[in-house]
């Protein structure tokens, strides 16, 4: 395990789109080491045109080949493996700069709020007609940003729409949120953002909206589809699994870098969302892989 993951830079190909699109070529390898765990901000969507490589999230192990695609949601702590000779397309782009205002009424789905946007893996799995729709578009917005030729930019603009448009149709999610609830909400999820690692309290956020107690409650229930102290809970667990891999701390020591300064009520909330204490969580995400390993997700 590495001491720190990398937090990968995106070079983007263009500044207001903010994306970045390229194909890679590997040759087969003498030995299969993974690749240094890493993440950026930036969503990642894999289209491996030819050969195998394994794909790992905190969550589970994905193997790829020819003619699969994945989709990585932002900041997910990553890695790769590959066994063969592979070629691929990369896509990396910004979600908050393709929300518009029609985008924008599905942010609590498209900024993962509530659950990563690698969920919409398994719904593409059993929905042949909607990944070869996406396969499509990924070659179309790689093809239109090689050339460049006149309008190329609306070409791809065009095309992120339809990929949102995918997503939001093959991911399970809550009723869409209007643009004024986005915008009431935006200062408490930033807030939350920027200071989950301290304690925070409902009191503490009311003002940013200008709610009262009980109603707030139930407001950010309707909207975020689970309550303010589940999602705080939720921000504060996801930092953890991330320190869990790539920090070389003791549970207690990691459970106050993510907001639990109380090591029983870490290992307890970590209990509810992965069914596993964090120990046991390390032990088995740092256990290495064999490729026909029950835990990996073929895709089809």
């Known amino acids: 395990m590495e001491e720190t993951a990398r937090n990968e830079h995106v070079n983007y190909h263009h500044p207001l789109l903010r994306y970045k699109i390229w194909d890679l070529e590997f040759p087969a390898l003498p030995s299969d080491p993974w690749n240094r765990w890493h993440y950026h901000k930036e969503v990642e969507m894999i289209l491996l045109l030819e050969g195998m490589m394994l794909v790992e999230t905190v969550e589970r192990t994905y193997k790829l080949q020819g003619g699969d695609l994945l989709l990585i949601g932002s900041t997910r702590l990553h890695r790769t493996r590959r066994t063969e000779q ?54 179309g917005i790689y093809n239109e940003a090689s050339e460049m030729g006149a309008g190329y930019e609306l070409a791809v603009s065009g095309a992120f729409k339809q990929l949102l448009a995918l997503i939001v149709r093959h991911a399970v999610s ?28 409902i009191q503490d956020v009311l003002p940013l909206v200008h709610l009262e107690y009980h109603y707030f409650i139930k407001y950010f229930q309707q909207q975020i589809g689970m309550s303010f102290v589940d999602y705080l809970h939720l921000r504060r667990i996801k930092a953890s699994e991330r320190l869990l891999l790539t920090k070389p701390l003791g549970v207690a020591d990691i459970g106050i870098q993510s907001g639990f300064p109380n090591a029983t009520q870490f290992i307890r909330i970590f209990k509810r969302y992965n069914d596993c204490t964090p120990s046991e969580f390390r032990k088995k995400r740092l256990t290495a892989h064999e490729p026909d390993s029950p835990e990996q997700a073929t895709l089809p």
């Open 86 to 139: 592979v070629k691929q397309i990369v896509l990396q782009f910004d979600m908050l700069a393709q929300l518009d205002s029609y985008a924008k009424d599905f942010a609590p789905l498209l900024l993962e709020l509530s659950e990563p946007l690698d969920c919409v893996n398994d719904a593409l799995n059993d929905k042949p007609a909607a990944k070869e729709a996406m396969f499509r578009l990924l070659l």
């Open 174 to 201: 809550p009723a869409p949120m209007s643009p004024p609830d986005w915008q009431r909400l935006k200062p408490v999820l930033d807030y939350v953002e920027a200071r989950y690692t301290e304690p925070i309290r």
